[in-house]
């Protein structure tokens, strides 16, 4: 860890819970926020409290980044304390959090905002799934079967380049307009996330992470130190101190998640490795799925 900051302590947790076909669910988890070297202040706010985990950075000017940031993880929490976790219930919250914004002094200015970027696990069918969430340049990203994808499209103008072929992903890394991001939680913009519903499957990893990690880290980087730290804590410790050491330009939060499930009913993993097929990566690494609001 860094020693130009007061470092905030990663917490962890885990949660078991009974499937109805037979067997369990493990998760565990950890969650670190730091606002690294250059930063006076840390606008990132985070949530990892079962079964939603969320990472928001903020943006604006004084304290409106934070401000943001913090509204709307406090809406997100509050949603987890009423049990209720669905589609649903965060857009309901993510407009709450808007109108808190738009109410408070110093964050009214349209460069006010904040990303929301995670997964909750949709306990509502015969089976649980992930359904991840994004509005922003967040991102999640899954590691199975020892592959990295983001499963998040960043909503950034380099992301727009990129997928327009006007510009490679190396070149987008050093882009003037890579902090630019094209949709945000804020007083102007629009609370409706990107959605992308994913099968539970065991030994699964997320990582969810503000860009102040991604920053500093490569694909590669966030997939050695989850291959070198089995556990959450470890793997959270270890980016953070990774990035803070390669420059730690801007706040960095990270979440990391691991998925234990035993008792697969007969034909669970074909059905799994079928399904990870029929939802490969697109060009620009991300999932293809996405949901109905419901």
Known sequence: MSDTDTDTAASADRRTLPLSGGGELTLSWAAVTHRGVRRDQN????????????????????????????????????VVRDGKVSVKTIERALAKAVKDILSHPQATDDGTGTTVTGVFLDQSGAEPTWVTLNIGDSRVYLLRDDSLVQVTTDHSVVQELVAAGRLSPEEAENHPYGN?????????????????????????????????????LTDYGIRHFLAENRDPKAAVEAMLAAALDNGGRDNITVIVLNVERTGHRAGDAEADTDTAARRGPRDDGSSTEPIPAR
Do not use: N, W
């Open 43 to 78: 606008q990132d706010a985070v949530l990892a409290d079962f079964p939603l985990f969320i990472v928001a950075d903020g943006m604006g000017g004084h304290l409106g980044g934070e401000i943001a940031s913090a509204s709307t993880i406090d809406r997100l929490g509050a």
């Open 180 to 216: 630019v991001i094209t949709r945000a939680v804020g007083p102007s913009e629009s609370v409706q996330p990107d959605y992308v519903r994913l099968d539970v499957v065991d030994g699964d990893r997320f990582v969810i992470c503000s860009d102040g990690l991604t920053k500093e």
